[in-house]
């Protein structure tokens, strides 16, 4: 289904891409994937006490879908890859301020260290099966993100639609309910991979573009905004103007 986001009064909806949130990085971090635990409490606490209003991923796609009126700043808060550091670090935060959140966990590497890029890394390891299901129980949106991470773009049409259907069904599996949200390993995607998306039985799939969400072309290629470790609260605040 190939339908635009809608917005008819000049208000934004930013959906928010996160990765590891932590307290140090160690020399093997893609800084670019990080941000100190310090940094997320100062962002979460400015949205609480801002005209944003945080909502979830679901919200967000029911409202645009729907064409329904957006009468304010959303802000929509998503977490790629479902680093172990979510359990103890993340959601905690989120829960304080009562913030709703979307995971996008990689389910070839349930409870074991994060096995893709250049170098190793022993911080990142991905949730267990058990966290993600007490934390899809406790409201969070569980998302799928591949089996083993892999650039989509890169690999043959078995391979793609292996990979997005398998992280689809797993999740699925162990969860017993539908998982609606697909997003794109390293951002990476193009006309087929989204049609594969599709045809597998999502009904939305997150980019890396940077941009408000009303500005996507399709359900298929919803922008986010990355935040990052080298963000100050300054240039986070920027983001959502």
């Not at 949130?21 to 100190?36: A, Q």
């Not at 998503?78 to 172990?84: H, K, N, P, Q, W």
């Not at 250049?118 to 099966?129: A, G, M, V």
């Not at 408000?212 to 470790?229: G, L, N």
């Amino acid at each position: 289904m190939e339908t635009p986001f809608q917005n008819d009064n000049g208000n934004k909806t930013n959906i928010l891409l996160y990765h590891q949130i932590g307290d140090t990085p160690n020399n093997n971090t893609n800084l670019d994937c990080f941000c100190e635990t310090k940094s997320f409490y100062q962002q979460m606490e400015f949205l609480s006490n801002s005209d944003h209003e945080v909502i979830s991923l679901k919200q967000a796609v029911d409202l645009i879908c729907t064409k329904g009126h957006i009468d304010r700043k959303f802000v929509v808060l998503t977490f790629d890859d479902g680093c172990e550091k979510f359990y103890d670090i993340t959601f905690p935060i989120l829960k304080k301020f009562n913030f709703p959140s979307t995971i996008y966990p990689v389910v070839g590497c349930l409870g074991q260290q994060a096995s893709w890029g250049l170098k190793n890394n022993p911080d990142l390891k991905i949730l267990s099966k058990d966290m993600i299901i007490e934390l899809s129980r406790l409201g969070v949106e569980i998302g799928a993100h591949t089996v083993d991470h892999v650039k989509l773009t890169q690999i043959e049409t078995t391979k793609l639609i292996g990979q997005v259907r398998g992280s689809k069904d797993k999740i699925e599996q162990f969860l017993g309910k539908n998982i609606d949200s697909f997003a794109y390993p390293h951002g990476a995607f193009n006309k087929q991979i989204a049609e594969v998306v599709e045809e597998t039985g999502f009904t939305n799939a997150l980019t890396c573009i940077n941009n408000y969400a009303e500005t996507a072309e399709s359900m298929f290629q919803i922008p986010r905004k990355y935040v990052t470790y080298f963000d100050t609260l300054q240039t986070f605040k920027q983001k959502l103007n």
